[in-house]
């Protein structure tokens, strides 16, 4: 089950909301409406992540998360590859069985978003 992360940055969570259960993290971003505007799903973490992206106004996407180029006295920087891969209806499931802890409200626009993904 998804758990909510305690926030410890400068940002407040009125803009953004993380949770983990250790093999999936999902974080919120929302507008001066506390509607989402986007959201950020990665699964299998610490493995071969792979990374559902929306945004309002961009089209959303399902990608492989690389490491980036290493540059000296930095740590390693994880990258988005630009191709999308399908996103499959276990990976929907995985994160409805995960998810019961979101608020209903953010739960159902994800599953939509997800949903309309897995149509096209």
């Avoid at 993380?18 to 986007?38: C, E, K, M, P, Q």
Wanted: one cysteine or more; hydrophobic letters at 35%; glycine letters at 4%.
């Amino acid at each position: 089950m998804l758990q909510k992360l305690p926030n410890h940055c400068l940002i407040t969570e009125q803009d953004r909301v993380r949770y983990t259960d250790g093999s999936i993290s999902v974080t919120l971003w929302f507008d001066g409406h506390n509607s989402i505007y986007a959201f950020e799903i990665i699964f299998d973490l610490l493995l071969n992540e792979i990374a559902f992206l929306y945004a309002k106004n961009s089209p959303s996407r399902f990608v492989k998360i690389d490491n980036g180029p290493l540059k000296p006295g930095r740590q390693v920087k994880q990258s988005i590859k630009l191709e999308t891969t399908e996103f499959s209806n276990e990976r929907l499931e995985s994160f409805k069985k995960v998810s019961l802890s979101i608020p209903s409200e953010q739960r159902e626009f994800i599953l939509d978003i997800m949903q309309s993904m897995k149509r096209n």
